[in-house]
C-alpha cells in the first residue's frame, strides 16, 4: 500500500491539488464545512437519543428532519476527505492520527449500522420515551465519543510530530507503517 501511496503522490494531479494555490486550500474549507453540517446534526440525534435535548419532538420527527441533511454532509465530507488524501497521499497514510481516523470512523460506522439494524427497528415501541431505552442511549453516547475523536484525530493529521522521516519511539513508527530505510538518520 505504502508504494501505491507513493505512486499517487508523484501523479500529476496529486502535485497539482498539494501545490495549488486556491484548490487545496478550497477542498479543505468545504471538508471543514460538511464536516460541521455532518457532526453539526448528528450531535442532535444523538442528544435526542440520549433524551437530554427536545424530549418532547419524537425521535422518528427528528430522524426524518435531520437524517437527509447529515447524508448531504456526509458525502460531501467524504469525497472531500479522499481529495485530501489524494492530495498528500504518502504522508497521510503513514500519519498515526489518520490511522486513528480511519479505525473510529469504521466504528461509528459500525455503530449506526448496528442502531439502525436493531434498536430502530422497535422504535414505534420508545418513539416518543423520555428517557429512551438504553440500547438508543448507549447507540447515542458511543456516536458522540467516536465523533469528537474523530474530529479530533482529523484536526492532527495536519501535524508532523510523527512523521516517518523523524526519529520516534519504535511503537509509533510501527503503527504508521514506517520502515528503516524511510527513517532519517539525521533526523532530530
Not at 29 to 42: I, K, M, N, P, T
Not at 81 to 106: D, M, S, W
Not at 161 to 183: N, V
Request: hydrophobic content about 55%; charged content about 15%.
Amino acid at each position: 500500500m505504502s508504494s501505491f501511496m507513493q505512486w499517487v503522490a508523484e501523479t500529476e494531479w496529486s502535485i497539482a491539488l498539494h501545490e495549488s494555490q486556491y484548490a487545496y486550500a478550497i477542498v479543505e474549507s468545504v471538508h471543514v464545512w460538511a464536516l460541521c453540517l455532518f457532526v453539526g446534526f448528528a450531535v442532535l440525534l444523538d442528544l435526542r437519543l440520549l433524551g437530554i435535548i427536545f424530549r418532547d419532538v419524537p425521535v422518528t420527527h427528528m430522524i426524518r428532519r435531520l437524517l437527509p441533511w447529515t447524508k448531504v454532509g456526509f458525502a460531501v465530507m467524504v469525497v472531500s476527505g479522499v481529495l485530501l488524501v489524494f492530495a498528500i497521499p504518502f504522508r497521510t497514510y503513514h500519519n498515526v492520527f489518520f490511522r486513528a481516523k480511519a479505525i473510529l470512523l469504521v466504528l461509528a460506522g459500525l455503530n449506526v449500522f448496528l442502531f439502525h439494524r436493531r434498536t430502530f427497528r422497535t422504535v414505534d415501541v420508545w418513539d416518543t420515551l423520555v428517557p429512551p431505552p438504553r440500547p438508543a442511549r448507549r447507540a447515542g453516547l458511543t456516536s458522540l465519543v467516536l465523533w469528537a475523536a474523530i474530529v479530533f484525530s482529523g484536526r492532527m493529521i495536519a501535524y508532523n510530530w510523527f512523521d516517518c522521516g523523524k526519529r520516534q519511539p519504535a511503537l509509533i513508527s510501527a503503527l504508521a507503517g514506517c520502515t528503516p530505510e524511510m527513517i532519517d538518520p539525521y533526523a532530530q
